[in-house]
């Protein structure tokens, strides 16, 4: 197909030049997008009396009829076109003649592709934050199960406190409910038209931006045409979402991996989402979880890469942009099979909960409420720390714990201690008793669970 720009031109692009130029290798997955603002700038050049309605609407009948042949397979999209536009354009003018070749007036395809990319990522938006809900959903639901559920809280990864499962997976709930609003709060940003900026200094016809806009889904037509066609903020805003989004995943998948350890032995995966090992039979490895911890690392290098093609480029477009398109399209592939394969994942996995509450009783985790106990008795708490440190020392140096450790030996620490303190260190209350709004507490933990299901009811109704 003969290139839309070798009026200029005397030699034909060399081969190996055309080929590290096309771009349609990558960007003809924005076909619906680019035929819908075909359409849309058809109608408008018709409604100014640019074309005719005739034309106007030959065009539109024949871009309708592209886009259902290219949807259910009969007509295949031509590798050997620079780009998909030209694809488009040059099939129109096949199929309708002449009416086909003024599509193109009063627009650039530096418009056209920055319309087409908005219109693509704002469908993949939509599908995202609907993955991003399922696994809120999932999560949440794994909560709901076990609010009475106890195991060690860390840091350091060192056992700190008693928890309740369904605190530390409310943690993670919280987290993909600010990368919806991260993602929401991006589109709302992008969501603007360019379309009409042309290449760069708009145009002489007598266009309707703010038709094409409405027209489109946009809140309105972007302010400044050399804007509209060489920045894309928004595919980095976007791209640092997502790769939050994949970090806050491969965190979890951190946890799920130590957790089905024999180390650890929390939870089991379920035998559809681990594989085995080609030479050592007793393996059950944890490889969905692997493959999206190692998969946020090429969203974090798409992201960077961009940054890095950006930063230099004057005012407007530059042929580097094109580089945008395989990054962003491969972090929404990326984010949206990882999402795809989580939220079952861990729908579907065992919790042990006798193993989580067998760590718990183990290392010191009530010294916290063991300092309280002497400060609600009157110690001063610096001193009510230091002494639980003793008394920890105490316990480790005779293979014992703050539950088994007798009477007698706590009061040779200090007269305070009454009996009521076993009922203080106890794992269960030492996670309901802490009451504070967000926190353990079984009725804090309630609240919680409460809150993430009106947020859902709320986007539902």
Not at 149 to 160: E, K, N, S, V, W
Not at 257 to 264: A, Q
Not at 332 to 350: G, H, N
Request: charged share 30%.
């Amino acid at each position: 197909m003969e290139k839309l720009w070798t009026g200029r031109f005397k030699r034909p692009l060399n081969e190996i030049a055309d080929e590290f130029n096309a771009s349609i290798g990558f960007d003809s997955r924005m076909f619906r997008q680019d035929i819908s603002g075909s359409v849309v700038h058809a109608q408008m050049l018709a409604n100014q009396g640019i074309i005719s309605k005739e034309e106007g609407e030959k065009i539109v009948g024949g871009l309708t009829e592209i886009l259902s042949e290219i949807e259910d397979g009969r007509l295949e999209i031509d590798g050997k076109c620079e780009d998909i536009h030209m694809f488009v354009e040059g099939e129109l003018t096949r199929r309708i003649g002449e009416a086909g070749k003024k599509l193109h007036t009063a627009r650039s395809r530096n418009d056209q592709v920055a319309l087409d990319l908005r219109l693509y990522l704002r469908d993949e938006c939509d599908e995202i934050l609907d993955l991003l809900r399922e696994v809120v959903k999932a999560v949440a639901g794994v909560a709901e199960q076990h609010v009475d559920t106890i195991l060690p809280g860390y840091t350091h990864l060192q056992r700190a406190q008693p928890i309740s499962f369904a605190q530390h997976l409310l943690a993670y709930c919280a987290m993909f409910m600010r990368d919806e609003e991260r993602i929401s709060d991006a589109v709302r940003r992008m969501n603007v038209s360019p379309i009409g900026s042309c290449a760069l200094a708009g145009t002489t016809y007598a266009t309707d931006r703010d038709f094409e806009a409405a027209k489109l889904g946009f809140r309105e037509p972007c302010m400044n045409s050399i804007d509209g066609v060489s920045d894309r903020d928004f595919c980095l805003e976007l791209m640092s979402a997502f790769a939050i989004a994949m970090m806050h995943l491969s965190r979890f998948c951190e946890e799920l991996i130590l957790w089905s350890s024999w180390e650890f032995g929390f939870v089991e995966l379920d035998d559809s989402f681990t594989t085995g090992s080609s030479i050592m039979p007793q393996k059950k490895n944890a490889d969905m979880a692997e493959l999206i911890r190692g998969k946020t690392g090429r969203v974090y290098g798409h992201l960077m890469a961009l940054f890095t093609t950006l930063k230099g480029l004057p005012l407007a477009y530059n042929k580097d942009m094109q580089e945008d398109k395989e990054g962003i399209f491969d972090s929404i592939d990326t984010l949206k099979m990882s999402l795809r394969v989580f939220a079952p994942m861990v729908e579907t996995m065992k919790v042990k909960k006798e193993k989580m509450l067998a760590a718990a009783k183990e290392g010191f985790i009530n010294a916290t409420d063991l300092a309280d106990y002497l400060t609600k008795k009157g110690m001063p708490f610096r001193a009510a720390y230091k002494l639980t440190g003793q008394i920890v020392a105490f316990c480790i140096d005779r293979r014992t714990d703050l539950e088994s450790m007798s009477m007698a030996d706590y009061k040779s620490f200090s007269e305070l201690f009454e009996e009521d303190l076993y009922q203080e260190i106890s794992l269960e209350n030492c996670v309901n008793k802490r009451i504070s709004k967000g926190g353990t507490g079984r009725q804090s933990v309630l609240r919680q669970l409460e809150t993430v299901k009106q947020c859902y009811s709320n986007a539902n109704s």
